[in-house]
């Protein structure tokens, strides 16, 4: 069969374009479900007071840092060498800002990993960690789905994670008012409690990423961002 | 005098291309200049109990967000028309991730004013507060050395920020446990002294930012990250 070369060579650009876009959703996703397991295990280890668990968190949080450096280089080199249309160039954007908000949140799964390690006391402590379970059911399940909605191309799915971000806000009031009164029920609680409260802050963090996470994914896919204002009601950053 | 006009449309594109990344060294240095305003600001409010204060830095924080918007949004622009080279390459991704770590500075100021309109109770801050007042100098000392040492192209002051970092998270660790023994000493500092914990590990954060900043400023000189580990102290994210 003759080929045309030229039609050959381009053919094969257009495959390795493609193939580096692709690359960067994979990066992306497994970048996503890292971060994920570390959020889980860290709340594992601080419930089961398991400091190896908690160990693991923190060392395995670089495998998360190392995806993102490669992300930026993929990204940065995709843009320089290939010039991306809008579409594309916004697809590229998104992936470096979604890597770096995971990035982030691998480094507040390895926080909470030290700060299980530094709570010395595990006296009572297992009702009040009750409500951080429940905090994470929520991060987890809005993080799953924002991550769903990139991979998807979903803007409306990403637009009702963005939207839901305050359920966690309001959670995250309840137990730290909830924290407030242990601490002054018994002054041994305060040593522990206040971990818990960063704890409880990193677990609301976790939903801020999502939710700016959630508004690159309709901005990419729309080319606009989310059409109102977010409902939001904490002092959170 | 006659003149070569393709030398002339090189010349151009040179100087056009200058000018673009003029811009976003002073783009970094405008988003630099109103963090450290708004971290200033937010302590002077805090300190003073000026809530119109607070709501001006909550406020502001929007124009520093919307330079950073301006700095990827060149910089993604740069990169995808010019193709730059390595050296140049690494200055305009610096730019971005730079302008990115100063964004959540400006965050972590609003952060603050936000808890310093939710903080009702002055009764005894005021000696609590002069703990912060000497992290506050420490951190803007460290920012304002790292925005020069990018525009300086300066990379060994750029290292010597770095190296610092251990001095914030040391004062920082010294006032959490003294906040510890006051809401220990009163039940009534429980809830002031919880969002004084939390200002102080804002400017822990500051600190952390401004020595990734550092680590940018390094690579983007010489084309390598700082050679050795950063000591570091605290359970900081």
Not at 48 to 62: G, H, K, P
Not at 93 to 121: F, P, Q, T, V, Y
Not at 128 to 143: A, C, D, H, N
Not at 179 to 187: H, N, V
Request: negative net charge.
């Amino acid at each position: 069969m003759w080929r045309d070369p030229e039609m050959s060579e381009k053919l094969h650009t257009v495959r390795a374009y493609d193939d580096a876009l692709l690359d960067l959703d994979q990066s992306i996703e497994k970048m996503g479900a890292l971060a994920t397991k570390l959020l889980m295990d860290s709340l594992v280890a601080l419930e089961s007071r398991n400091n190896a668990l908690a160990r693991r968190v923190i060392e395995q949080d670089s495998q998360i840092d190392a995806i993102e450096r490669h992300v930026d280089e993929a990204a940065l080199g995709l843009i320089a060498l290939r010039q991306p249309m809008a579409a594309d160039l916004r697809h590229i954007a998104a992936a470096m800002k979604i890597a770096g908000a995971i990035e982030r949140i691998g480094d507040l799964a390895k926080n909470i990993a030290k700060r299980s390690l530094e709570i010395d006391s595990d006296t009572g402590l297992q009702d009040k960690i009750l409500s951080l379970r429940q905090m994470m059911g929520l991060v987890e399940r809005q993080f799953g789905q924002v991550l769903k909605s990139y991979a998807m191309r979903d803007a409306d799915l990403a637009e009702s994670v963005w939207r839901q971000d305050a359920e966690i806000d309001n959670l995250y009031r309840l137990f730290f008012r909830a924290l407030l009164t242990f601490m002054m029920e018994d002054a041994r609680n305060i040593g522990p409690c206040a971990h818990l409260m960063f704890i409880a802050k990193n677990l609301e963090r976790v939903g801020d990423h999502t939710t700016n996470i959630a508004e690159k994914v309709v901005f990419m896919v729309r080319g606009e961002a989310p059409s109102d204002e977010r409902p939001r009601g904490t002092v959170g950053d």
